[in-house]
Nanobody, 115 residues
Framework: QVQLVESGGGLVQPGGSLRLSCKAS????????MDWYRQVPGKQRELVAG???????NYADSVKGRFTISRDNTKSTVYLQMNSLEPEDTAVYYC?????????WGQGTQVTVSP
């Protein structure tokens, strides 16, 4: 079955960095566009960054210049490098895989930015 497993979350001080990973299994990874979303309690899940199968990237305005999304098709893994983290980046981060009408989600990883 399809599995997306995120890792790399944790507690970090403002200005710090984290690198999230999402490893996929059960899909032909190179066919899929991969996205990172985040969600805080009481708010809608928001798109943070995306990368297409052709390695075209897009970012939410709030993270442009600080976050970088990348993918390694040989490892079926998508990454989110997060630099200059701010308390407002605190959220549960989810990866998703999308191909046509198919969309799969990971279970999420908590990122907390606090002194």
């Amino acid at each position: 079955q399809v599995q997306l497993v995120e890792s790399g979350g944790g507690l970090v001080q403002p200005g710090g960095s984290l690198r999230l990973s999402c490893k996929a299994s059960g899909i032909t990874f190179s066919n899929y566009a991969m996205d990172w979303y985040r969600q805080v309690p009481g708010k809608q899940r928001e798109l943070v960054a995306g990368i297409t199968r052709d390695v075209i990237t897009n970012y939410a305005d709030s993270v442009k210049g600080r976050f970088t999304i990348s993918r390694d098709n040989t490892k079926s893994t998508v990454y989110l490098q997060m630099n200059s983290l701010e308390p407002e980046d605190t959220a549960v981060y989810y990866c998703s895989a999308e191909w046509g009408s198919l969309k799969y989600w990971g279970q999420g990883t908590q990122v907390t930015v606090s002194p």
